[in-house]
């Protein structure tokens, strides 16, 4: 038989498609389960991570401690702990504030405004409930604020947040007979520019309801003669803009 006869014999032929198909068949068959160990492992890397992800997340958690209720008051001679606390907000869980730490802002009898705005934005930015903010805050009076706030609670009179903070700025607040809004149009520059608008700014922060024309004013007013007429000449349109030019 040539080698034409061969290639043309039908069983031949019929032989080597069956051989062909066969191997094909084979071969589907182990990419397959390749394919199916590929997926199987790489779901058992996914799932992996994903707990090592899960873990990480929890250990980065500091744990969230509250005052115990049987904690009293410390004495005025006492050394007051230093409370470290998470930053954690209410409306913020980023990493990075989960990292950051701050400290809950002292009170030693001096600028009770100042100390107000930040005690309250440091509640408020931690969502503390009413109950705990006395509690907190016991630990973080010093001096004669600490001997107050000891008499204060053995006399019964710390009932609300509100009204201890009404108390506090009676107590160690300036006069209500005390004339800020009189005492910031009679101030006036002695030294440099920043010590004089430094002192410009405590008092305006003790007052409220004056026109920013009027404050712009006071401030010019104050400054040595060269400065004044300097300010004078380039007319500033906001307070801001008048702490800059001068």
Do not use: C
Not at 117 to 131: L, M, Q, S
Not at 203 to 218: H, R
């Amino acid at each position: 038989m040539t080698n034409q006869e061969a290639t043309t014999d039908p069983e031949i032929i019929s032989k080597m498609q069956t051989l062909l198909e066969s191997h094909t068949l084979a071969v589907h068959q182990n990419l397959q389960k390749y394919m199916s160990t590929v997926d199987s492992r790489f779901e058992e890397l996914r799932s992996h991570i994903s707990s090592s992800i899960g873990v990480s997340a929890d250990l980065s958690r500091p744990p969230v401690s509250t005052p115990s209720s049987s904690t009293t008051v410390p004495t005025s001679s006492t050394t007051f702990p230093t409370q470290s606390t998470t930053l954690v907000s209410s409306t913020d869980n980023s990493p990075l504030l989960r990292s950051m730490k701050m400290e809950v802002p002292k009170f030693d009898g001096t600028d009770p405004n100042g100390w107000d705005f930040r005690i309250n934005e440091f509640f408020d930015f931690h969502g503390t409930p009413d109950h705990l903010q006395l509690r907190i805050v016991s630990f973080h009076m010093e001096g004669k604020a600490a001997a107050w706030f000891q008499w204060m609670k053995a006399n019964n009179l710390l009932s609300t947040w509100q009204s201890f903070l009404i108390n506090l700025k009676q107590r160690f607040g300036a006069s209500m007979y005390e004339d800020h809004q009189g005492n910031l149009s009679k101030l006036t520059q002695t030294s440099t520019v920043a010590e004089f608008q430094s002192a410009f700014e405590e008092l305006m922060n003790k007052v409220t309801g004056i026109s920013e024309p009027l404050l712009i004013s006071f401030f010019i007013t104050g400054l040595k003669p060269d400065i004044r007429r300097e300010l004078l000449f380039g007319r500033p349109t906001s307070l801001m803009e008048a702490f800059t030019l001068a």
